[in-house]
């Protein structure tokens, strides 16, 4: 086997002796060697030395050659080439997934509320707002570089609106569990009436959510993982996906047994209770708590969907466009077709299960499901299929819940509770949500409220809030920058652009008074007074129907 060339050193009289070998270098030992695999052998066929003097010092060197074929280098195995990420087709089905639940079954309220064609107008451009707030956060989740939208707002925003989103946050997932206790206590409710008799103890709509959440909640709510309901965003798709059409079959149904179709129909609406509508569907087309993950793990290879006819499927294609987008990659003009294709199939299904939903039954309940023929095996069996699915949702609510809020609190500088303080927040999640969803029997109504105050922040403020923030950045920036390459001095004698210049980019976001009269600051605006907006008609809306 060859030597490894080598130097050996040691001193003798002053002067300084170096041996070395020279040869083919021998690879680290193959199979093959470690096989007894035949290799020529290796001779040393010459020993040469030679020597250099320096300040009376004398260095010598010893080489020495050997002859003889050393073991092949093995072959390193190719590189793992790794996905370039999730393709759009799939992002398009997530993105839905995270939008499909619960809203579903109130489409028929919003619309009984808003009338025929005001509810197919209110689902339109409210799909088209969010649609434009999901391309904001995609956007600066490219420019931040944000895996998860906590990460998000925390970059744009800083410390504080990241822990309030964490509030906001947990206030929204506990609302969420709310509603599905309640179809819980609806769909089970009914089932166990038909089986049990109405005056069974086990019939009545709030002991079901009593029990429910004392005895099979509140175990799961304590487990560490949750692994094994991984499943059940794909059940819940199904399983509402299997609703609205038995929704849609009903109505139709409903409706062409009256004389007319359109008898007792509104189109339109022009009070408050077509106000009342509005967060409904809000909440209905919110996705907007996991579109930076989705975005994060998107290809940035082109894969677009649609034709470039209807949406553009290169950068260059939107630099024209005066009004429209201007994404920079590939990556992100493959999620703007991803929205576009979610919220084109979002907002057809709800327009149908709205129509159908209002058209049939008129005035349907804030739960349509308490509309339909309990008598019905279908609509019994779509009954018992989203109870199921919503108590699987219900445990994965309160974890990202619990953690949410003590992350919040860690941005305060709050130590993270003890496993004590963990359980005590389980108790009062679980216990706390039994007791308002026996007191609120009307799912439109808790729908209502949470898509108007908790999903508005996230939908509209949060992304109309970065809007600004880039702005002001622009803006002071590009200030500075004029001004200094005209006048150093007189740039300087302006106290905000002075602060700025003095402190970098920290103290221009601090100079927030700077006015940025861009689309950016256009846009800011707008998303926030339209949050403003539907928070204050939902306080109203909710005040004058219960004052009634």
Excluded at 157 to 169: E, F, N
Excluded at 340 to 364: H, S
Excluded at 379 to 395: N, R, S
Excluded at 467 to 492: F, G, H, P
Aim: glycine fraction near 10%; charged fraction near 15%; proline fraction near 5%.
């Amino acid at each position: 086997m060859s030597q490894r060339p080598s130097i050996d050193a040691h001193t003798s009289g002053g002067d300084l002796h170096l041996r070395g070998t020279r040869g083919t270098p021998a690879g680290p030992v193959t199979d093959a060697e470690e096989a007894g695999a035949a290799h020529p052998p290796v001779v040393q066929v010459e020993e040469a030395r030679r020597h250099i003097e320096h300040g009376g010092r004398k260095a010598i060197f010893v080489v020495s050659t050997y002859s003889g074929g050393a073991p092949p280098l093995p072959v390193p195995p190719p590189p793992e080439r790794k996905a370039d990420g999730n393709s759009s087709l799939s992002s398009v089905m997530t993105l839905c997934n995270s939008a499909i639940g619960a809203g579903v079954l109130s489409l028929p309220f919003a619309f009984s509320h808003a009338g025929l064609v005001g509810g197919i107008l209110l689902c339109f451009f409210i799909g088209l707002a969010e649609a434009f707030t999901l391309y904001v956060l995609s956007k600066f989740a490219e420019r931040y570089h944000a895996d998860s939208y906590g990460v998000l707002v925390r970059r744009t925003l800083g410390r504080k609106l990241t822990a309030l989103l964490a509030v906001i946050m947990v206030l929204y997932l506990w609302g969420s569990s709310i509603v599905y206790l309640m179809i819980m206590g609806d769909s089970f409710s009914t089932i166990a009436a038909r089986a049990l008799g109405e005056e069974h103890p086990l019939a009545h709509r709030n002991m079901i959510i009593t029990v429910l959440g004392v005895v099979v909640l509140l175990p799961l709510c304590m487990l560490k993982r949750l692994g094994h309901l991984s499943s059940v965003s794909t059940a819940a798709v199904c399983g509402f996906l299997f609703t609205a059409g038995v929704i849609m079959v009903s109505g139709v149904r409903a409706a062409l047994q009256r004389g007319s179709v359109l008898e007792g129909v509104e189109l339109f609406r022009f009070d408050a209770g077509a106000l009342y509508a509005i967060p409904i569907i809000v909440f209905g087309f919110n996705c907007h708590a996991n579109v930076v993950s989705i975005f994060s793990e998107l290809a940035s290879t082109p894969d677009v969907l649609m034709s470039a006819s209807l949406v553009p499927g290169s950068p260059a294609h939107y630099q024209s466009l005066p009004y429209g987008p201007k994404p920079q990659s590939y990556k992100l003009v493959n999620m703007l077709h991803v929205i576009v294709a979610a919220i084109l199939l979002i907002m057809g299904g709800y327009m149908t299960v709205g129509v159908a939903g209002y058209v049939g039954f008129l005035t349907p309940a804030g739960n349509v499901m308490d509309s339909l023929d309990a008598g019905d095996r279908v609509v019994q069996v779509a009954q018992a299929l989203v109870g199921l699915v919503v108590l699987g949702h219900y445990p994965l609510n309160h974890h990202p819940a619990r953690s949410g809020l003590f992350d919040g609190l860690s941005l305060l500088g709050v130590s993270r509770p003890s496993e004590a303080v963990s359980v005590m927040f389980t108790f009062a999640f679980v216990l706390g949500s039994i007791v308002v969803a026996r007191a609120v029997t009307s799912l439109g109504d808790a729908l209502h409220l949470i898509g108007g105050t908790a999903a508005a922040f996230m939908i509209f403020f949060l992304p109309g809030a970065m809007l600004i923030n880039a702005s002001i950045i622009k803006q002071s920036t590009n200030k500075l920058n004029s001004r200094v390459e005209q006048d150093e001095a007189a740039a300087l004698d302006e106290p905000l652009l002075r602060k700025a210049a003095q402190k970098g980019v920290k103290a221009i976001k601090e100079t927030g008074l700077v006015y940025g009269s861009g689309k950016s600051w256009c846009g800011g605006i707008f998303l926030l007074v339209l949050s403003i907006a539907i928070f204050v008609l939902t306080i109203f809306t909710s005040i004058a129907k219960h004052s009634r």
